[in-house]
C-alpha cells in the first residue's frame, strides 16, 4: 500500500484493511460530532426540563435541512478530489480543492442569513407547541448564527478524507467534544443560562474545531495544500462538484424537510411524545454511524479506484463495505433494543418520555439492516459519478412513500405514536427493495459496454 504523507492509497492492499482503517477513525469521529447535541440535549433533559428538552431534540430536523445540502455539496467535492488523487493529477486536485474552500466560505454567510430568517416559520409549519416555541427559537438562532464553524469543519475534513486522512479530523473533534461537555455544564449550572448556554457551548467548540481544520490545511506540505493567495472559484471545477455534489444535496434537504412533516406528527401528541421521540432519533443517529461511516469509506475507495482504473476492485469494495456494515449495525441495534430504557434514561427522568422512547427504540431500530444497504449502494454509486439515481429513489422512498403512507394510517386507520413512528422503516424497506434493483440493472449495463 503506497502513502503519501498521512494520505491513505485506496488503489492496492486488503480491502477490508483498508475498509477498517479507513472507517474506524471516521466513525469515532462522527459519535463525538454527533456528541454536540446529543450532550445538548442530555444537559438540558436533566437539568433544565423536558420542555427545552423538547426544542433542542425537535430542532434537530432544521438543522439537517442546512447541514444535508451543504454535505452533498461535500460529497461532490469529495468524489473529485479522491478521483484526481487516485489519477495521481496533483494540479487539478489542488484547483478542486482551492474551488471547495472558497465556495464553503460562500455558503457559511448564506446559511446564517436564510437560517436566522427561517427559524419562525419552519418551527410554525412543524406545528411546535408553544410551551416549546421560545426555546427552540433562542436555540436554532444562536445555531445558524455559528453555523460557519460546523461547515468549515464539515469541508475540511471532507478534503482529508478524500485523500485517505481521517485521524487527524478525529483528533480534533476529541479536543473540542469535550471542551463543549465543559462548556455545557459551565454555562447551564455555574452561569444559568438555559438552553442559550448549550448552544454558545456547541458553536464555541465548533469553531474552534474549524480554526484547527484551516490551521492543518493551510501548514501542511502534502498535496491537498490550502494555499490562501491561490483561492478562488474555478467554474469548471465548480461545475464537477455540483454534477455529484448538488443531487446528494437536493435528496437530503427535501427528505430532511419530508422529516419536518414527520415531526409535526409526532408534535401533535404534545411535549412528551415530542422529547421520546427526540432521544430516539438521538440513539438512531448512533446507530447508523457505521452505515454512514461505511457509505463514506465506499464513495472514496470507489472514487479513488475508478480513477486509477479499477473498476473490479471498486465493485469488491461496494460488497465489503455492505457486509461490514451489516455486521456492525446488527450488533449495535440488538444491543441498543435490550438496554432501549437505560438508554433513554441517559437523556431525562420523565416517565412519560421514558416510554414514548422506549417505544420507539424497540418499533424501529432493527429495521435500519434496510438502511445499510441503502446508504452504503448510494454512496458507491457517487463515487462512480452517479449521484442522480440515488437522489430519486431516496426521494421517492423517503419523501413520498413516507408521506402517503403517514397521511393514509393517521386518517383513515389509527393516528397513534407507534404507527406514525413506523413511517421511517416504511421508507427503509422501500429505498433498499429499489436501490438493489437500480444497482443490479446498472451493473449488467455496464458489464455489456465493456463486453
Avoid at 478542486?96 to 446559511?111: G, N, R
Avoid at 408553544?130 to 433562542?138: G, P
Avoid at 456494515?325 to 433494543?337: K, W
Amino acid at each position: 500500500m503506497k502513502k503519501f504523507g498521512v494520505t491513505r492509497d485506496m488503489t492496492e492492499g486488503s480491502i477490508v484493511k483498508q475498509m477498517v482503517l479507513f472507517a474506524l477513525p471516521l466513525m469515532v469521529g462522527n459519535i463525538f460530532q454527533m456528541l454536540y447535541n446529543t450532550v445538548d440535549s442530555i444537559v438540558v433533559g436533566q437539568y433544565v426540563g423536558k420542555e427545552a428538552l423538547a426544542a433542542v431534540n425537535s430542532t434537530t430536523m432544521i438543522i439537517n435541512m442546512a447541514v444535508f445540502f451543504f454535505n452533498g455539496f461535500s460529497v461532490g467535492a469529495g468524489v473529485l478530489i479522491a478521483r484526481h488523487f487516485g489519477a495521481r493529477d496533483h494540479e487539478r486536485l489542488h484547483n478542486a480543492v482551492e474551488t471547495t474552500m472558497a465556495m464553503t466560505f460562500v455558503f457559511c454567510l448564506i446559511f446564517m442569513i436564510v437560517g436566522i430568517a427561517a427559524v419562525k416559520p419552519m418551527l410554525r409549519v412543524m406545528s411546535t407547541p408553544e410551551d416549546v416555541m421560545d426555546d427552540a427559537t433562542t436555540y436554532l438562532t444562536i445555531y445558524f448564527l455559528g453555523i460557519a464553524g460546523l461547515l468549515i469543519y464539515n469541508m475540511g475534513s471532507g478534503v482529508l478524507r478524500a485523500v485517505g486522512d481521517t485521524n487527524r479530523p478525529l483528533l480534533f473533534l476529541v479536543l473540542t467534544s469535550v471542551l463543549n461537555i465543559i462548556l455545557d455544564l459551565l454555562f447551564v449550572l455555574i452561569f444559568h443560562m438555559g438552553i442559550a448556554g448549550v448552544a454558545w457551548a456547541t458553536i464555541l467548540s465548533q469553531f474552534i474545531s474549524a480554526i484547527l481544520t484551516l490551521l492543518l490545511l493551510t501548514r501542511s506540505r502534502d498535496i491537498y495544500r490550502l494555499t490562501w493567495k491561490d483561492l478562488k472559484i474555478d467554474s469548471g471545477v465548480l461545475r464537477e462538484i455540483f454534477q455529484v455534489g448538488l443531487p446528494a444535496g437536493i435528496q437530503s434537504v427535501i427528505t430532511a424537510f419530508s422529516n419536518v412533516f414527520v415531526q409535526s406528527y409526532i408534535n401533535f401528541f404534545g411535549s412528551s411524545c415530542m422529547a421520546g421521540w427526540g432521544c430516539y432519533n438521538k440513539l438512531d443517529q448512533f446507530i447508523m454511524l457505521p452505515m454512514n461511516s461505511m457509505a463514506m469509506a465506499a464513495t472514496t475507495f470507489v472514487s479513488q479506484n475508478i480513477g486509477a482504473g479499477k473498476k473490479q476492485r471498486a465493485s469488491r469494495g461496494t460488497f465489503t463495505s455492505i457486509m461490514m456494515s451489516l455486521i456492525v449495525t446488527g450488533i449495535v441495534g440488538i444491543a441498543l433494543v435490550i438496554f432501549a430504557e437505560p438508554s433513554v434514561r441517559l437523556f431525562t427522568q420523565d416517565a412519560s418520555v421514558i416510554e414514548y422512547g422506549v417505544l420507539f427504540l424497540r418499533a424501529n431500530t432493527m429495521f435500519l439492516l434496510f438502511n445499510c444497504v441503502n446508504h452504503v449502494l448510494a454512496g458507491a454509486l457517487r463515487g462512480q459519478g452517479d449521484s442522480r439515481g440515488p437522489m430519486i429513489i431516496m426521494l421517492l422512498a423517503f419523501v413520498a412513500i413516507r408521506q402517503v403512507y403517514l397521511f393514509v394510517v393517521t386518517r383513515f386507520i389509527a393516528n397513534t405514536p407507534f404507527l406514525v413512528g413506523f413511517g421511517y422503516p416504511i421508507g427503509w424497506m422501500t429505498c433498499c427493495l429499489l436501490e438493489v434493483s437500480y444497482y443490479i440493472v446498472k451493473r449488467k449495463h455496464m458489464k455489456q459496454e465493456r463486453a
